[in-house]
């Protein structure tokens, strides 16, 4: 069931209010056998978010190293403005945890809706790929 968020109330999430660190609109081949859009398609969005997120904290190259937690809450769409919000919640030596929801409107309907919410951590690298520290 999907759970609208009035337009100026996003009663779920602070995040709307900010700006997206990106914005997408998934086409027909990021389709699963279902019809709706494909996990891993909305996933790599937020990789890629996270990712800026992290590589602006720690002024450099980060790589993925976990996605700590990952839910999703309703379905995305062909065609549904997708917009991935994020913020770094925890810094360690050498890793950055990052709090991504991703919230989209459909056509032709106003609603906000969050259709998914994860934590991701990243982790400075030098040159050599190895872990340096922030
Ligand atoms: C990222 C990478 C360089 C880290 O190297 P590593 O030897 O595992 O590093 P460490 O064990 O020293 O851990 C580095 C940091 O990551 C954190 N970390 C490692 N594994 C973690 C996990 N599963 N969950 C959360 N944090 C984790 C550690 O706690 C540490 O944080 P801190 O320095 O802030 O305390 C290495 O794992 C790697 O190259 N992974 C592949 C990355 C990649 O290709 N990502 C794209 C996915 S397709």
Do not use: C
């Amino acid at each position: 069931m999907a759970e609208p968020i009035a337009p100026g109330k996003y009663a779920l999430s602070a995040a709307a209010h900010r700006e997206p660190v990106i914005r997408a609109v998934p086409m027909p081949s990021d389709v699963n056998s279902n019809g709706d859009v494909f996990g891993g398609w909305v996933m790599s969005q937020m990789d890629i978010a996270g990712g800026i997120l992290a590589s602006q904290v720690t002024d450099g190259r980060v790589a993925t190293v976990a996605v700590t937690a990952m839910t999703f809450n309703n379905p995305i769409r062909v065609g549904d403005v997708v917009s991935v919000y994020g913020e770094v919640v925890k810094t360690g030596t050498t890793s950055i945890t990052v709090a991504l929801e991703t919230l989209v409107t459909r056509r032709k309907d106003p609603s906000v809706i969050r259709v998914t919410e994860g934590t991701f951590v990243y982790v400075a690298i030098g040159d050599d790929g190895r872990p340096r520290k922030l």
